[in-house]
Nanobody
Framework: QVHLVQTGGGLVQAGGSLRLSCAAS????????MGWFRQAPGKEREFVGAISWSGGDTYYADSVKGRFTISRDNAKNTMYLQMNSLKPEDTAVYYC????????????????WGQGTQVTVSS
């Protein structure tokens, strides 16, 4: 089992950058594939990207590819989401999540979730 705590987020102007962190409790963090999702008001939760347990593989939604980067430090039990060139349409509550096995994009496949953090991009 893993408990996820998110930090970071806030308000930024369009074109700016933010970094989110997701810290996991327990000694099994390195066994989990980790993902980031986001949910804007009135919309369904959508996949942003994910990283394999080793950090060797990543996969991104087309909407963030080339702007967002996911990384992890298994020694620190932490995953990161670096967001650059932010756009107003990136405004949402961002969630980190954990799953066993390969990278998947469906939220239902992730069994553990962070508490969510607001990212607001002003135009």
């Amino acid at each position: 089992q893993v408990h996820l705590v998110q930090t970071g987020g806030g308000l930024v102007q369009a074109g700016g950058s933010l970094r989110l962190s997701c810290a996991a409790s327990g000694r099994t963090f390195s066994r989990y594939t980790m993902g980031w999702f986001r949910q804007a008001p009135g919309k369904e939760r959508e996949f942003v990207g994910a990283i394999s347990w080793s950090g060797g593989d990543t996969y991104y939604a087309d909407s963030v590819k080339g702007r967002f980067t996911i990384s992890r430090d298994n020694a620190k039990n932490t995953m990161y989401l670096q967001m650059n060139s932010l756009k107003p349409e990136d405004t949402a509550v961002y969630y980190c999540a954990a799953t066993r096995g390969a990278i998947v994009v469906a939220a239902i496949e992730y069994g553990y979730w962070g508490q969510g953090t607001q990212v607001t991009v002003s135009s």
